[in-house]
T-cell receptor
């Protein structure tokens, strides 16, 4: 199976703009989680979607939002970008088998806000 | 309550040596503890994971030791190789929320040839 796909891989935006990132999970995986990775804060959970419904949300401002489509593909949107939003945004899809849940991460989208 | 503290921040070992990374958690509701390996330009990849009903789990050269009473767990990499040079993250989550991982701050491991 193909792994988790994230597009674009790199993005440069300016303050005040908005951005949309896309994630395609592994075929058959219905749960998608998003994480922000920065040198200062490390890996932080943004939100998780399952069957088009947001099930969990991390401690991020409302400028960060997401959605999931019926084919399990997910998008996250960041509005009114700030310099501090520069980060690697990681998407993970999850598979549960035998009671064990495993997250598979994509390569990430590196966002630079100028 | 949600923190996972990881140490050391960086680690240098000789080829063939043992690498040990430690993590401590606060939330006693955590019951799933995975370790991830991340290479530059890549997303984290699951190495090994443990649940608190066992004190140790071994997969190849990687071993997790778990101490429930101390709320600590550690990763041991035996016979460390230069190819193991990467950043390692411990994480934790609660049952039913394994998709919401709380990560440690990471350990940059360098294995010298």
């Amino acid at each position: 199976k193909a792994g988790v796909t994230q597009t674009p891989r790199y993005l440069i935006k300016t303050r005040g703009q908005q951005v949309t990132l896309s994630c395609s999970p592994i075929s058959g995986h219905r749960s998608v989680s998003w994480y922000q990775q920065t040198p200062g804060q490390g890996l932080q959970f943004l939100f998780e979607y399952f069957s088009e419904t947001q099930r969990n949300k991390g401690n991020f401002p409302g400028r960060f939002s997401g959605r999931q489509f019926s084919n399990s593909r997910s998008e996250m949107n960041v509005s009114t970008l700030e310099l501090g939003d520069s980060a690697l945004y990681l998407c993970a899809s999850q598979w549960t088998t035998g009671g064990t849940e495993t997250q598979y991460f994509g390569p990430g989208t590196r966002l630079l806000v100028l | 309550q949600q923190q996972v503290k990881q140490s050391p921040q960086s680690l240098i070992v000789q080829k063939g040596g043992i690498s040990i990374i430690n993590c401590a958690y606060e939330n006693t509701a955590f019951d799933y503890f995975p370790w991830y390996q991340q290479f530059p330009g890549k997303g984290p990849a699951l190495l090994i994971a443990i649940r608190p009903d066992v004190s140790e789990k071994k997969e190849g050269r990687f071993t997790i030791s778990f101490n429930k009473s101390a709320k600590q767990f550690s990763l041991h990499i035996m016979d460390s190789q230069p190819g193991d040079s990467a950043t390692y993250f411990c994480a934790a989550s609660r049952s039913g929320s394994a998709r919401q991982l709380t990560f440690g701050s990471g350990t940059q491991l360098t294995v010298l040839p």
